[in-house]
């Protein structure tokens, strides 16, 4: 039977866009830890988060049986807006490499804040909204997650608070324009407005602040304010939940055309990306329906999979945050100012710590100047400039398909291409003129950081 | 009969793909006047221009006559690594302005460009490689024609040049990156590469430059590299017919939903996008097989249509280029260094001048803050932060839907999103502080400029 001629990019049909989402920890054996009070050492419970987290989100945090979501009529109707997005074969990419296998990305960077962050920050929005919340905080490292808050908080008419890492915010005065453009007001962190900001000021005067650092400042003032509740892009079980829509979608487009992909890719932050576009694949695996490789890709930078330690964290650096069970390089852990883009957190979802540790999925840490290289060479033959983070999955396709041209194998590898790197030029231009650089951590300095891990 | 659900966006298959460009000047009556030998004041002859373009281009540029033109096959590849685009429908903006009116947009952006400009830069690409050229020069305004050559060259392993006009090389470092990403050359004009970059400094010390100027190089190192060409991103009769490609998909989608437009709008700089979004709706109104409302936009800051004259001029400062007749403010017009974002032409497409001297467009200005206060209250409701070029087809677009609103016409109104603003948050910067102004050139600036019109 002939196979089915595959266009350049598969768009499904907006009645074939999912109405629910998947909660893959319903087919999870061994379940993720649950989040630790910080006072008790005891299971968060409902009550202990609702003054930070929104009701109804704190119900997703905690549902690990549920194996569908039904997505709110709302929320779908927004993601027609800018959904479904294409899952492309990069025809070009295969040829400049001359490989044999197949490859196929599922491109997540065209609506304007351009990346996958969108997806979970129209949800948590829309909850928002719907417990009659004023408005929201947040943080924001490289800045993509705080414009697809202001965006979504922009549609439901909330408020919008964002903390933005002091570094990011000078180097990327364009993403702070598109935030305002958005109605929302940025705050370069660590700041005087919190308790926690002018803690961490007065111990580092001049520090140029951190994700963690930025977490308390957005949580203080969520808890300090009524009618407010703080939101986060990545790292919780429900960002994956709304994400899992990424992987959805990947596998309906795949199965019209019976694609089976061999190899699944992902880089890792957090884990919001990968943990949603492998969800409904690592499903089938959990239940023994099907098989795949799933591959993280963090930054040699920031590796809290592959050199970090599988412990009880807190996750942000002013300790007010619930504790969580993650592979992670410690609370304390900055990467080098050197490294560029986000995927800067110290730690990693409970879920995909838990898949990880388990066996089911592996790790790769790649080093940045061979990643932009990789973003060079996708640029000029798929004609999308990607984000530094999605480029870590790009390496490790190419390098996976260089493999496939010595082996003569015909792998289908699938990875995620979560945005665009239109905010991040200053970095393409250090690559550009040969100044960029690679900064690997020490054993020692991550010893040192991990010894201080909470004693649970 | 029950009307068919119409989605957020159509998207057409591949296969549905436009496989000709459509030539208007084929139907017009009145043809566009010919482009003149500036030394004999007599029609360019394919030899005249030889040395300036590539000889495919040439054949198109002259072709008055054939309606259809082949895309090739090798052009066509590229086209879909891009297209098709889709056309939205503006039911948020809808909801938003409440209107009657149905709005729909037909999205350019989704390209690394960022734009429509890349529909021609392939082609003219493809074209100067057919010919075994080593190169390509180009100029640049706010750099979106730059970037889309940019693209097509590094496809096509061409030598790129691109002279960015002074103030944009500057003020927009970050689309000078993308630029060299594609591994392009990129030269501040005026710049002292050039004996008319010189003489120009030498005239004007310290001028920040003009696109006027910036073809004048470009086009000046066209002819004096052996196998280099210059390539242009609008105006031309060639740029109208590649851009034909959005008009003709537009026209399909339409069709598959037999909705008849009312009102088609688009921005006018050079007249590339208008050009080739109303091809085929023109077409048949020349052919009288169905009526439309066709209205250019233009800013206030550079009103060629509105307050030009219908004349001979040179299209470049330096006057060395062909003479082209069209609506023209002369080519010593500079508009004022407030204005933001690209429409900075002092001239206008011969096509689109024919068109409008007999009355089958309209054409309106528009002031930038108007045009920035549409921009933001696009980008909240249809989540796009849009172009500010795209965004004066936005205003009318908006003006055209509230005059629905007051009588309760159902118009069908389409217009063309060009593309995206990531690159000119500089310029949302001044808006979202409050410091943008609106800077009109009087009656005698434009009368001065005007009165040095070459006499033919």
Not at 97 to 117: D, M, V
Not at 261 to 288: H, Q, T
Not at 338 to 351: E, K, Q
């Amino acid at each position: 039977m002939a196979e089915k001629t595959i266009p350049y990019k598969i768009y499904l049909e907006e009645q074939e866009m999912p109405k629910a989402w998947y909660n893959l920890r319903a087919d999870m054996k061994n379940k993720p830890a649950p989040l630790l009070n910080p006072a008790t050492k005891k299971p968060m419970t409902a009550e202990d988060l609702a003054p930070v987290f929104c009701d109804e989100l704190i119900a997703q945090e905690l549902d690990d049986t549920t194996p569908y979501i039904e997505i709110p009529e709302e929320i779908r109707e927004f993601y027609k807006m800018y959904r479904p997005s294409p899952l492309v074969r990069a025809y070009c990419l295969e040829k400049k490499l001359q490989t044999p296998a197949k490859i196929y990305y599922k491109f997540e960077g065209n609506n304007t804040s351009g990346s996958h962050k969108l997806n979970s920050a129209i949800a948590q929005a829309y909850y928002a909204k719907k417990q009659g919340l004023k408005g929201v905080t947040t943080e924001t490292g490289a800045g993509q997650w705080g414009t697809a808050l202001s965006m979504a908080c922009s549609y439901f008419d909330l408020d919008c608070k964002v903390y933005m890492v002091k570094c990011s915010y000078e180097q990327k005065p364009f993403r702070r324009e598109v935030m305002r453009t958005y109605g929302a007001s940025v705050v370069p962190s660590p700041s005087e407005t919190t308790e926690v900001g002018k803690k961490i000021l007065a111990e580092h005067p001049g520090t140029t602040g951190s994700l963690g650092c930025a977490i308390s400042e957005a949580v203080e003032v969520a808890t300090k304010n009524p009618g407010y509740r703080y939101v986060l892009g990545s790292v919780l079980n429900q960002v994956l939940l709304h994400q899992s829509i990424i992987g959805l979608e990947t596998k309906t487009a795949l199965d019209k055309y019976d694609i089976h992909p061999d190899i699944i890719i992902g880089c890792a932050g957090g884990g919001s990306n990968l943990g949603g576009l492998i969800s409904p694949f690592m499903g089938e695996k959990l239940r023994g329906e099907a098989d795949y490789r799933f591959i993280a890709v963090e930054p040699a930078s920031c590796p809290s999979f592959t050199r970090g330690t599988y412990a009880y964290d807190f996750c942000d650096t002013g300790m007010i945050c619930p504790l969580a069970k993650m592979y992670t390089l410690g609370s304390g852990f900055i990467p080098s100012a050197n490294h560029a883009g986000g995927l800067r957190f110290h730690g990693m979802s409970s879920t995909l710590s838990q898949l990880y540790d388990d066996g089911l999925m592996e790790a790769v840490s790649v080093e940045q100047t061979e990643v932009f290289e990789a973003a060079e060479t996708f640029a000029r033959v798929e004609g999308i400039l990607p984000a530094p983070e999605s480029s870590h999955a790009i390496r490790v396709a190419i390098d996976e398909a260089l493999k496939c041209k010595e082996t003569g194998e015909e792998k289908t590898i699938v990875f995620g291409l979560t945005g665009t790197g239109y905010f991040d030029l200053f970095a393409y231009e250090r690559y550009n003129n040969g100044e960029m650089t690679d900064v690997i951590p020490t054993d020692e300095e991550i010893a040192a950081s991990i010894a201080k891990l909470p004693q649970i």
